[in-house]
């Protein structure tokens, strides 16, 4: 494990539900959360896609939050009985949860008292301590528990969601990275001369993405790491290696 | 947990690479897993998106291995130096590991003596009793170790891989679903009623999902279950929910 070395913050991504397991949804937030933590110095180490059960939830938060600097929850915080998100994150700190006045206002800019029934006011149920995170789209907020973010599944609202939090998150080195893609050419003619130049620069993540579009098949070679000088060395590399080949 | 449910038989999916945790690429293969497996009658219970790290990949497989019933993983046996994977199944099972001729006779079929380096050969290095997978895309083949089965992590590798394994997959009961769908109504007006409807059906994974399309919200009701009457029953009743409201 490579979770703490130094200088890096990490992040651990859950998300919840069952749509995602059942093949119904196509999950797209995992890919926005790395997008938006990497410019703020935050590398996702590990993200679990669970199902919508109080145990497997509670647990996987409680170890995540102690293995990564930060985490990241999405789905469940809907007024539904298959939204258990807050109950599962006051269980994994055994904290006390509860309707909040602070999340009944947010919800009171959208919903009026006669639409504000009993299940959208368990979107106000907050875990003890939490602060809230704005919800620009639907108002029902998320919130932060210790290094957890419990965020909403829908897209567009967890995406608004991410806009109010860049301020609550300390980052570490960035991680950069360079990219050089070759057209025509196989992973395995250039691995042997990859594997040398991995070797050379062993704190640098290089990894080979092959494809295939459209008939023309391919290499993308991508080189990771907080120092941009030793990537624009390995871009040169990488480079003389393609033109060796074409 | 449900993961031991009488008659569900189980699966775990362990997506491999740094590309899908660093937000350079976006999965779909969990999608595509869960769309193969639920027709077979086996259901993804978790899925975890790991690094190119040994002993996370040697891990997680031998965990799942465990707890469920199949295990797919997809990325890392190409050829180059962060191609892993096979070494980390022989790791989880106290295996060796060679090259086979078995392997090596499926990438003759693609590449030219002088095109097979050592390299590529390293594609034809196979945990000890493993039985093959065949790759119809580009040769170079998966592999099942007891209940694991070890795919490539390009998309239309895997997929072409999947046609190849149905017979050696014996599922159970097989989960049907139903759904409902109603534009211009919002979770909260339903969730009442349909807490109701979830009570009264204990076994039914019974899910709420709001969307928000080009200006309309609405909700998709989902519920899941072996039992087909009972389904059709749940149907009438979120018809009528959503008729109610309408």
Redesign the interface.
Known sequence: ??DNQAGIVTAGVILI????????????N??????FL?PLGV???????????A??IRDTIRAFSHRFDYVFTTGGI?????DITADCVAAAFDLGISEREDALSELRRR?TDN?L????R??ARIPDGAVLIRNP??QAPGFQTKNVFTLAG?P?IMRGMLEHIPHRIRGGAQ?H?RSVTAEGI???????H??EI??AYPGV????????NAGIRGVTF?A?SADEAVLDRIQRELTDLVDNLS
Do not use: W
């Open positions: 494990m490579t539900g069952d749509e995602l397991l059942s093949g119904l949804t196509q999950d797209t995992l890919k926005t959360l790395a997008e990497g590398q996702v180490r590990e993200a679990r896609i669970i199902a919508d059960d145990h497997t809907g007024p539904t009985h298959d919903y639409e029934n009993s299940a959208r368990r979107m789209v639907s829908v567009r991680v990275s196989g992973e395995g003619d250039a691995a042997a990859l594997a991995a070797r993540s290089i990894g080979s993405y092959p494809f295939f991508v990771r």
